[in-house]
């Protein structure tokens, strides 16, 4: 049996966490990071100045001045830019706040500007204020206070989840509003994720959360994904990626590995979500892992300065949104 080489390594990147609280924060002119995963924390990535761009599993994001965007446990990702910025970074450890870790780490969270929906707008405008306050607050602050990093901690786990689970996606609804239709469908992807490598249908499916499989089918279409086979595609190839980027398996073997009967879908369905090729998208990131780290954090002294005059000009701009 041929041996399999690692080809690069995929972190877990380990968190500087404020003392006695869930919180790192850092504010920095971000050029190149590495790729990694966080395995129980959620990063909030807000450019404030400048552009700064993300590969985060299928999606390739530029932010520009204002923009945030979420990545979430597991997340493969990489943060770069070839200009000056300024980037604020807050990654929260669910297992520090005060809602189950099991329930969080099976929420999906899109909280970002690219994805924003009408009844969220108001939502990440104070989502993007709370991180701004509570940055403030530590690059200002000699002593920081582990009490108001916990408060600050629940509160933005609470409104992350009740706003921006993105099953809310589903509905034109917010998701708090419609539980039951939210609930049915996390168990439904949880249930697919675990047994993506199996066969699976939607007869099968339907049985097991007792639906008919007219109204499972209706159900799934309205999900982001569009169908259950796209649905069933895209965890197949969330699995894929890191094997492609970690491992020299041809992509026939991690194909079949993933649960693709053949590898042509495999071609198909990471083409569609991916927007590339699984081979391209290996020699992407073999390039990209060529260029060793680049970022530079601001002393805490000057973060008090860049968010005292930031959270001035967003609260002129924004004071009547909220």
């Known amino acids: 049996m041929r041996k399999n080489h690692k080809i690069i390594d995929i972190p877990t990147r380990p968190v500087d966490y404020i003392e006695n609280t869930p919180l790192s924060i850092t504010i920095a002119d971000v050029r190149h990071i590495t790729p990694h995963i966080h395995s129980t924390a959620t990063e909030f990535v807000f450019c404030l100045k400048g552009t700064v761009s993300l590969v985060c599993n299928h999606e390739t994001i530029i932010l520009h001045e204002g923009e945030i965007f979420t990545i979430y446990l597991e997340d493969v990702h990489c943060i770069f830019s070839d200009k000056e910025n300024v980037t604020l970074i ?5 297992k520090g706040v005060n809602m189950p870790f099991d329930v969080l780490s099976q929420a999906y969270i899109a909280c970002e500007d690219i994805s924003c929906k009408d009844f969220q707008l108001k939502h990440l405008e104070q989502m993007k204020y709370y991180l701004l306050s509570v940055a403030f607050a530590y690059a200002k602050s000699r002593t ?11 509160v933005i786990a609470r409104h992350m989840c009740e706003y921006f689970d993105w099953l809310s996606l589903i509905t034109k609804d917010p998701p708090h509003d419609n539980r039951e239709l ?67 398996k041809s992509v026939v073997e991690i194909s079949g590995e993933c649960g693709f009967s053949d590898d042509k879908y495999f071609y198909k369905n990471f083409k569609h979500w991916w927007g590339t090729t699984p081979t391209r998208f290996r020699e992407w990131y073999s390039e990209y892992t060529k260029t060793d780290e680049i970022i530079h954090p601001f002393s805490r002294e000057k973060s008090e300065q860049i968010l005292a005059s930031y959270i001035s000009d967003y609260m002129s701009d924004h004071i009547f949104l909220q």
Do not use: W
């Open 90 to 94: 807050v990654q929260l450890d669910l």
């Open 144 to 154: 920081p206070d582990s009490d108001y990093g916990i408060t600050a901690s629940n």
């Open 182 to 248: 939210v609930e049915r469908f996390r168990s439904i992807y949880e249930y697919c994720y675990a047994h993506s490598d199996e066969k699976l249908s939607i007869s099968m499916l339907a049985k097991k959360v007792h639906i008919s499989e007219n109204y499972f089918s209706q159900f799934v279409k309205k999900s982001p994904y569009g169908s259950f086979s796209l649905m069933v595609g895209y965890m197949r190839c969330y699995k894929a990626q890191t094997l492609l980027i970690t491992t020299d």
